[in-house]
């Protein structure tokens, strides 16, 4: 096989590694040295970064566009790739562009970079000859689907080799499912024999794949992504290129992505003039043929509530039974007509009648979003009857608006009062500008959502939103037209978010959605999708300019308190601030399984009541990460640092214990942790890949302040949701090594 040549090194942080060495490791001296240097920055606030999972391209997505003009005339391949199986166009697109970002960070050739795009774009192909009962199967595979699937990359090499793709690329393409250590059966390569580009796409495919939702699990964070990748470092991926994508995002994201934009945007123009290329694609029209089946039928006629359908013109098409006992009409005079307030005398909750071109029907089907409104209409007896309107847009697949479907449902047994408590309702939790929940309401409400959550083990996130620049719009076109920016963006975030969700204006021009069952992954996406319908929405007080926002993302923790977890989104959306604005940043893990209890190993001097916990936590990352994660559960969770020495740290964190019924008390907790950072061996049956890959262990005991403490149940619970959540920070797991033989000597304790 012919490999594809890799660049030339010209700097080791940014370019792309030559080598596969492992470089050598300090000494135990050293290491102490480096560990004391690192604990003795704890009190500075923690910085972590995030990153948005991508959400799938669509049928008219320009992203189609930009596939197609990047691969010239093989972009019919892409497009055939699209019309089998839409999840698989998606992630080839995104892998291609976030190999064409990293590879802006290495400094990558020209022609090289541009080998790894198409190898990129194109590494699914192959599945176009897998079924689909195969490829969207939600349970496990058995084995003679893993070996169909395992199949796509030969019928990817001769779909490619048909097509007069040159043979390095066509290889590169096989290789990139070879495991570095030459553990893949199928692929019998290993280490400098895999092609470079090969080697980087499995990296990136692999994150894409994990960071995104399929049938058969649910999508990870970013942090777990990159997690994985390292403890996967030196058997499946070059380890060399895995702590290089891992450095790719402490870079400026925004900076990335724009030469990213001007390079894949500059080819369209040529390829358009060449070939005359258009973006539409042809995708099967879905329709019925048949009509509406008996089933369908019978249940809309038999409703009580009253059902009727519009199309794009208002006019009315279907009109049920239970429409005609609410209002008197007929179907026979009300089908053709069109479906405006005056053929009901539509009126408002103040008993105004509503005006023709402010039907809530008219602006659910313009508008394309749910409308629901209490309006009055005339009854069969003449007089007015408090109903419950729902309209529902209905769009055809190209998302334009056929039309929409009405409920109304009669409510006037119920509307006086629910108007006297709703009236009352809103004015104690409402915001009066923007009509979403205003802060004490949010702040209820985030911890009812938080001990829901926890008591049912269903993630929970929390999203924190802030428009960029806001003080620039109020100096430019004046508090009137930032009173409107704003409000804009509160009606976005509520049009945005499902049944069960809240949006709360925090204070300002920042807002904050809470989101029920929703992950981390989940909710970052949901909040990209905000980001880009605010950022592509031009606002006619601002002279028809768009705003922008910059979101944080977190996720419900073991042991999260509403205060650490408001914290860390708030820290998210700083970050996001930082890096740039208009953009999205998670932090945090998300739930994990309970702790467990460990056996006692902890033998240095303590202080304070007697230990509840003591257990040791490894992650597979170097000490400085391991530290930087440590700030923001220090940040987080307003901890108090009371002693360190060289590898030592002591904390002090105070928790709210339920005592009886809706009464709290804070009880202070004392966490000691003992640090190290050692490096494993590994090597593997092809002897590659051999070499120390670093670990840091972190001992730790949990114990109360005062010993009298300990006795009580609420306590020790308390303990174990405080190292659950200082597991999910560090990304850590639970071990039952022995601690370093070498002791520090007892120090005295610390004055609080």
Not at 380 to 407: E, I
Not at 537 to 542: I, K, W, Y
Not at 650 to 665: D, F, K, P, W
Request: include cysteine.
């Amino acid at each position: 096989m012919r490999p594809v040549d890799a660049p030339p090194t010209t700097d080791s942080q940014q370019t792309a590694p030559q080598g596969e060495s492992t470089p050598p490791h300090k000494g135990e001296a050293g290491n102490l040295q480096q560990i004391s240097r690192l604990l003795s920055e704890l009190e500075s606030a923690a910085v972590e970064s995030g990153q948005a999972t991508p959400a799938p391209i669509g049928p008219n997505d320009p992203g189609l566009r930009l596939a197609e003009a990047r691969l010239g005339i093989a972009g019919a391949l892409f497009t055939a790739l699209r019309c089998k199986n839409a999840a698989a166009a998606a992630h080839s697109l995104r892998v291609a562009i976030g190999c064409s970002r990293w590879a802006v960070a290495l400094n990558m050739p020209e022609k090289l970079r541009s080998q790894l795009e198409f190898v990129a774009l194109l590494h699914d192909i192959g599945k176009i000859g897998v079924p689909d009962a195969v490829l969207v199967k939600p349970g496990r595979l058995t084995n003679e689907e893993i070996d169909v699937l395992e199949s796509s990359r030969d019928l990817g090499r001769h779909i490619l080799q048909t097509t007069g793709a040159p043979a390095p690329l066509v290889e590169a393409m096989v290789a990139s499912a070879a495991h570095f250590d030459g553990g893949r059966q199928h692929v019998p390569l290993a280490g400098d024999q895999i092609p470079f580009v090969s080697r980087m796409l499995a990296i990136v495919d692999a994150y894409d794949s994990m960071t995104t939702d399929h049938v058969y699990r649910p999508a990870r964070s970013r942090e777990r992504a990159l997690s994985e990748l390292q403890q996967c470092a030196g058997s499946q991926f070059d380890p060399d290129l895995v702590n290089s994508f891992c450095d790719l995002f402490s870079r400026d994201q925004s900076e990335l992505e724009r030469d990213v934009a001007r390079r894949w945007l500059s080819r369209l123009g040529d390829f358009e003039e060449s070939f005359d290329w258009k973006p539409e694609l042809v995708t099967a029209r879905p329709g019925a043929a048949g009509g509406p089946s008996p089933f369908e039928t019978k249940l809309i006629e038999n409703m009580h509530d009253a059902v009727l359908f519009v199309d794009s013109q208002l006019v009315i098409t279907r009109w049920n039974t239970g429409a005609e006992r609410l209002t008197g009409v007929a179907a026979s005079a009300a089908v053709g007509k069109k479906m405006l307030p005056s053929l009901l005398d539509m009126s408002d909750d103040t008993g105004k009648l509503i005006e023709d071109l402010r039907c809530p029907v008219l602006r659910s089907v313009k508008g394309g979003v749910q409308v629901i409104e209490r309006i009055s209409v005339m009854g069969r007896n003449g007089r007015s009857v408090a109903v419950d309107l729902h309209a529902m847009p209905v769009p055809d697949p190209k998302g334009d608006t056929l039309g929409a479907s009405v409920l109304l449902h009669d409510a006037s047994s119920v509307a006086t009062l629910e108007e006297r408590c709703q009236a009352l309702h809103t004015e104690m939790t409402k915001d009066p500008m923007t009509q979403v929940a205003n802060r004490a309401e949010f702040d209820r409400m985030l911890a009812s959502f938080i001990d829901a959550h926890q008591e049912t083990g269903l993630p929970c996130s929390l999203i924190m939103a802030d428009i960029d620049r806001f003080k620039r719009i109020n100096d430019t076109y004046g508090h009137q037209a930032g009173d409107a920016a704003i409000m804009t963006f509160a009606k976005l975030l509520k049009t945005s978010c499902r049944s069960g969700d809240l949006v709360a204006r925090y204070g300002g021009e920042e807002f904050a959605v809470l989101c029920a069952d929703c992950n981390n992954a989940s909710a970052a996406r949901r909040a990209e999708q905000m980001r880009k319908r605010l950022a592509e929405t031009s606002h006619s007080e601002l002279g028809g300019n768009p705003i922008t926002a910059s979101f944080g993302v977190t996720e419900l923790q073991p042991g999260d308190t509403p205060e650490s977890m408001l914290r860390r989104s708030d820290r998210g959306l700083l970050l996001a601030k930082d890096q740039g604005r208009n953009q999205v940043v998670q932090l945090g893990d998300g739930m994990g399984d309970a702790p467990k209890a460990k056996k006692s190993w902890w033998k240095f001097p303590v202080w304070g009541g007697a230990k509840l916990i003591e257990t040791r936590l490894v992650t597979n990352v170097p000490i400085e990460i391991a530290v930087e994660k440590l700030r923001g559960f220090i940040s987080d969770r307003d901890a108090k640092i009371l002693h360190i020495t060289e590898n030592e740290l002591r904390l002090q964190v105070t928790e709210l214990i339920a005592v009886s019924g809706s009464t709290v008390r804070p009880q202070d907790f004392m966490i000691d942790m003992l640090l190290s950072q050692e490096h494993i061996e590994r090597t593997n049956s092809s002897g590659l890949a051999s070499g120390k890959y670093v670990q840091t262990n972190a001992d730790v005991t949990i114990r109360p302040k005062r010993d009298r403490d300990r006795r009580q149940k609420d306590v020790s619970e308390q303990a174990r949701r405080l190292l659950g959540s200082l597991k999910s920070y560090l990304m850590a797991k639970e071990t039952s090594a022995d601690p370093p033989k070498a002791e520090p000597a007892p120090s005295e304790p610390a004055q609080a």
